[in-house]
Structures are given as C-alpha cells and as structure tokens.
C-alpha cells in the first residue's frame, strides 16, 4: 500500500519563527503537493512539485516556501510563521495529473499551531 | 475552475444505501469527477472517480449525469466505518490542482 508519511504530527511554534513541515513518501510517484486545511474547511493547495529541484506554486502560495530536494522527499518552509497559519498540512502524492486514473495518497497531517 | 455544491450533512443507520449528491454545473468536458473522503485525524481517502460513464467499486457506485451537470456517490450498506466527510470534487485532465470544497458529513448510527 502507497504510503506517505508527515514529520512532525503536531507543532507549536512562535509568531515570527521558522516551521519546516516534512513529508517522506514511498509510492516512487512523482507528483507532491502540501494542502492545507482549516477547522470546517475544505483543503487548499500550496505548492505542488512533479520533478526534484523544482517546485510549482498552488492556490495560496503567499508565506510559505517548499522545497523538493528528492523524489521521495517535500519540505513545506514557514519563514516568519504568523497567526494566520494555524492550520492541519497535509502532504499528499501521485502518479500524475496526466494520468486517467490519478488518485493521491495523503499522510496524516500535522496539526500546527502558531501562538 | 468549476466548483461542486453538496449538502453539508447526512445521517445514515447501519446497513441502509446511502446516496450522496454533488451539484456541478459548471463542469467542462476535460473535468474529471473525484470522490474522497476525510475522518477526524487523517488525511482524505480516494474512494471513486470518473467522466462520463458511471464507475464501481469495492467502496462505491458513482452515478454521473448524462448531462454532467450532478452526480451521486451511492454506499451500499453502510457501517460505522462508513462515517467521514464526503468530498466531491472536480480535477481538469492535466491539471494538478483539486478544488475540495467542504464536504458532506454522513453520519452513521447503529
């Protein structure tokens, strides 16, 4: 079974300080994303990647930075981490949106609070 | 990008079908059609997708519009397992980007 897997599964962090969110996946697929989700609320997209080195910004990419040193590995970067970033992130990969059948994987999350 | 609208709640007793609906309008033609769904404390689970034609599987029966334009995720004797918020979303062929909205929560009671 496909597996993608978050590190840390909770953080608290200052207003102001630097969050790294890892996420580690053993699918060998090639597309990653980082989705957030807020309480009652759908998930939204960040930043997606689909080859090492190089990543794509998604839906609201504003304050985060990511980071796809690997095919294995997504790094979602909180520079100055605020308030407003106080959310459950989700890392999630895939075969491909190229593909009909395309469906992805997601890891358990990891609840930030930034206070 | 064509969005869904879905109920915000459903309730369900163990054993029953189950028929979850999505509204999307707006779909064009490339626009793929995903189901997935989300319990507390983990991440969504792909259950089902398609097109045009209607799709089953071990988790779901998706039955799509002739127009497109609605589609229903049926679950067949639902279990407990069974209770999770219901995304229906719409994928365009090569994009990367799903649009989730805020989901159906089926609620199941034994």
């Known amino acids: 079974e496909a597996a993608v897997t978050q590190s840390p599964r909770s953080k608290v962090a200052v207003t102001g300080g630097k969050v790294t969110l890892s996420c580690h996946q053993t699918?060998?697929?090639?597309?990653m994303y980082w989705y957030r989700q807020d309480t009652g609320h759908g998930l939204r997209l960040i930043h997606y990647?689909?080859?090492?080195?190089?990543?794509e910004k998604g839906d609201i990419p504003d304050g985060y930075k990511a980071s796809r040193p690997s095919q294995e590995n997504f790094s979602l970067i909180l520079e100055l981490a605020s308030l407003s970033q106080t959310a459950v992130y989700f890392c999630a990969s895939s075969d491909g949106p190229g593909l009909s059948n395309e469906r992805l994987f997601f890891g358990h999350g990891t609840k930030l609070s930034v206070l | 990008d064509a969005k869904t609208t879905q109920p915000d709640s459903m309730e369900s007793t163990e054993g029953e079908t189950v028929h979850l609906p999505c509204s999307h309008a707006t779909i064009s033609g490339n626009e793929y059609i995903y189901w997935y769904r989300q319990v507390p404390l983990q991440g969504p689970e792909y259950v089902t997708h398609?097109?045009?034609q209607n799709t089953t599987n071990s988790m779901a029966f998706l039955a799509i519009a002739s127009d497109r334009k609605s589609s229903t995720l049926i679950l067949t004797h639902v279990s407990l397992r069974d209770a999770a918020v219901y995304h229906c979303?719409?994928?365009?062929?090569?994009?990367?980007?799903?649009?989730f909205g805020e989901g159906t929560k089926l609620t199941v009671s034994s």
């Open positions: 699918n060998n697929h090639d597309y």
């Open positions: 398609g097109l045009q």
């Open positions: 979303i719409l994928r365009r062929g090569g994009s990367a980007k799903l649009i």
């Open positions: 990647s689909y080859v090492a080195d190089s990543t």
